[in-house]
């Protein structure tokens, strides 16, 4: 019986196992996630987010890449929209990661947010202007991570096994 697993998913694992032990200048890579209760999101409207899920990468010595997956809440304005429930995503490239990582998005004018690991298992994002999300890459731009019109946000998110973000 062949494997379900394709070669390329393997190989991403075996880079999430082996970058979730590693610690370098105080960020720690690996697989990051939270779910937020619906009693949260009812007092934040303005938050889109109601599942985030982050995977940072070292790519080098000096940087990597972070993948953002996020499963969109029903706040009154993604509802009129069209918007609530549906699965976003971005991405974003932090050059360097002494703390605070400063890490941007590809496309023009699209934001970025930083990382600074609170302990081995939680790291916050914080997002003062904008970091797009969309349905087939950041760039369509369907929601934020930030809070539209209101204080920046910052998310605290918790280590999480590798196969989370494996399966997003």
Request: include cysteine; charge should be negative; charged fraction near 20%.
């Amino acid at each position: 019986m062949r494997s379900m697993i394709g070669p390329s998913a393997a190989v991403f694992g075996m880079i999430c196992s082996f970058a979730a032990a590693e610690q370098r200048s105080g960020l720690f890579e690996g697989c990051f996630a939270r779910a937020y209760e619906k009693a949260d999101l009812e007092r934040r409207l303005e938050q889109d987010v109601a599942v985030l899920v982050v995977d940072v990468l070292p790519l080098s010595q000096t940087g990597g890449s972070v993948r953002v997956i996020a499963r969109l809440g029903n706040s009154p304005h993604l509802w009129r929209e069209g918007h609530s429930n549906k699965i976003v995503l971005g991405s974003a490239y932090c050059p360097s990661f002494d703390p605070p990582a400063t890490c941007v998005q590809s496309c023009p004018d699209q934001g970025g947010f930083e990382i600074v690991a609170r302990t081995d298992d939680q790291i916050d994002i914080s997002v003062s202007t904008t970091f797009s999300l969309g349905l087939d890459d950041q760039c369509d731009h369907l929601a934020d991570l930030s809070h539209a019109g209101a204080d920046p946000a910052t998310y605290r998110l918790y280590r999480v096994d590798p196969i989370v973000c494996l399966r997003n």
